[in-house]
């Protein structure tokens, strides 16, 4: 059987392709720092003001002669032990310390929470830059509208489409040459819901943009809810990179990655055309 050339196309711009690193190491550094600040109080409330006695989760630790120190992790009332990862994980020299998240996940790694604020700050802002210059550009040249917008028979065969990805079958030929409606809708939801709430519940947590715009505490019930709200929307980017990195390395590792660094993609399985 003779093997049918495959084509190369173009599958992002120089700009995407930038803002899309930019947007990676901001993210990281935004989740290891932002666990830091959450180490200085580890534990989510529902409302305005801090309700100790009724956490929606708290990361916490107890102390015993027998058992030692152990994590506890609480979540609507319900106790977890959670000892070496949450509440309670090694340090220096591997001994147990009271600590949210361990040091490993954090910037820095010790526990300074003046430092953490300064890098999320920083980063947040490069991020948010980065984000205002990915969209604008997006409208402009209709890659919003012309790429990441579902088509009606997309939607009409999402049914299908999960089906296929959780066989591990992924689009060959002509079909890789667009996003999938999965991942339109997962690119649409980060950049236009998850992102954008993160930072609108950032700016809720500040006093001072309270006291400029109290519509926002109306809004989001609070800086508490604030807070938590904001927590959840990383975990949802967390969840979000750590599929798209799954697909990424199963789909084809190198091929994937080769577009992300120099536009060029190789449509896997026998296309008819060159296009470079």
Known sequence: MVEQPRASIRRHSVLVRVTHWINAGCLLILLMS???IFNAHP???????SAFDRPVLALTATSSDES???GVTRLFGHAFDTTGVLGASPGSGGVM???G????????SYQDLATGRRWHFFFAWLLVLNGAAYLLYS???RHLTKDLLPTGPQLRKIGHTVWEHLLLRFPRGDDARHYNV???LAYLIVALVLL???VVTGLTMSPGIDAAFPELLTLFGGRQSARTIHFLAASGLVVFVIVHVAMVLLSGAWNNLRSMITGSYVLPGGAHAHES
């Open 139 to 141: 409208v402009a040249s």
């Open 68 to 70: 030692g120190i152990r």
């Open 43 to 49: 534990a989510l409330y529902w409302g305005q003001a």
């Open 196 to 198: 954008p709430l993160m």
């Open 101 to 108: 998240f361990p040091a490993w996940l954090t910037v820095p």
């Open 182 to 184: 999965l991942q339109k």
């Open 97 to 99: 310390q009271v600590r």
């Open 34 to 36: 932002g666990l830091q």
